[in-house]
């Protein structure tokens, strides 16, 4: 199994290119069961979640051909073509591995009219229900049952009728799954209290490309015409908001400055505004965005909520970046329960954080030491790694096959900007 290795305190310095964007390659892929037509995407990330999902694809019927295999170029262009669905069954030994892999149920339902999909795996980062999933498809006009770990589904002769439903809570997979499955119905469907995530509307964006009908794309209430058929498109991935805010607390926290080449800014509002509150210096430009710190930080009170606001995958890279601010930061999760796991293993390094139910106090250090510690989810995974170049001595991050999941070669890019940071196998 693979370790980092991070030798801490060098300043970060240089341009870094973010990659496409993992939530949003995720919700895209899936689209090539809407059509019998190519649909090729470009800038598609190398991660786990990307090639698992690809494997996901390939059993349910759909052919792929990549450009840029090789291992030293960053993105791919990836064209899919389901010609004909062989199978509506997204078995367990290959949904077990990802969350996303749910998001297959919509498109099938849309295109065959049936589907069998295993309940998902991914991170263990609590409860996540599908269940807004199921309530959104029944109220298009599916039928759904959840027995024996599987989702059994099935629409009406001659397609999904349309319908109504408002979220409870906003749902950014439910919402992804609901849209891809309206594109094909045979009436009007509407979503209230839509999710309005950029990948969202990467996915409507594509879809609208393949001849869907959808208004109200970027808000929370979407109107989604179906229509009999969608054609193939070539499309661009967006780029990563997460793995660009990671790599700007990267640079705030070892006071170094980074240019993010690709990065959207106007994706990014809120996790920008809270570098800025942190004393950070955000310069956006033609070409990306320029973060710049001189290490001194400031606390701040932050709490995760759907987009536009600050995003709960974000928490545990600002609550690492807080860890060397000159005071008390607090800290509330309001998306996920059990997303705090990274906080003993910062801890180990000496960070001073305590935790109450959803909220945490980061009370800033003087100094991190480096320290052995074992990665317990995605995000948390990155908040060890930042930690880890901004600590002193070595530390190892064990469980890297987290990272792997939505990291593009993360110890390249950093290595590039100046982190003395190795991949170690351990055989």
Known sequence: ???????????????????????????????ALLTDEPVTLRNLPRLADVDSFGHLLNQLGVSTMIEGARPEDFGRVLTMRAGRVTSTEAPYDIVRKMRASILVLGPLLAR????????????????????????????????????????RAS?????????????????????????MAASLAKGTCILENAAREPEIVDLCNLLVAMGADIEGIGTDKLVIHGRDRLHGATYSVMPDRIEAGSYACAAAITGG???????????????????????????????????SSDGKLKPLTLSTAPFPAFPTDMQAQFMAMLTKADGASVLTETIFENRYMHVPELARMGADIAVNGRTAVVRGVDRLVGAPVMATDLRASMSLILAGLAAEGE?????????????????????????????????
């Open 112 to 151: 065959v009219g049936e589907a069998r999909v295993s309940l998902p795996g991914g991170c263990a980062i609590g409860n996540r229900p599908i269940d807004l999933h199921l309530k959104a498809l029944e109220a298009f006009g599916a039928t759904l049952e959840t027995t024996a770990g599987y989702v």
């Open 1 to 31: 199994m693979d370790r980092i290795h991070i030798r801490g305190g060098n300043t970060l310095n240089g341009r870094l290119p973010i990659s496409g964007a993992k939530n949003a390659a995720l919700t895209l892929l899936p689209c």
């Open 155 to 179: 629409v009406p002769d001659g397609g999904l009728p349309g319908g109504i439903y408002t979220f409870p809570v906003v749902s950014v997979g439910a919402t992804e799954n609901a849209v």
């Open 395 to 427: 530390t190892q991050v064990q469980r890297v096959y987290h990272l792997d999941r939505g990291y593009e070669r993360l110890e390249e890019k950093l290595s590039a900007v100046g982190a003395d940071i190795e991949r170690v196998s351990d055989g």
């Open 257 to 291: 400055s980074i240019d993010l080449i690709g990065a959207n800014a106007d994706d990014m509002h809120a996790i920008l505004a809270a570098l800025r509150d942190a004393g950070v210096q955000v310069d956006p430009h033609k070409n990306g965005i320029r973060i």
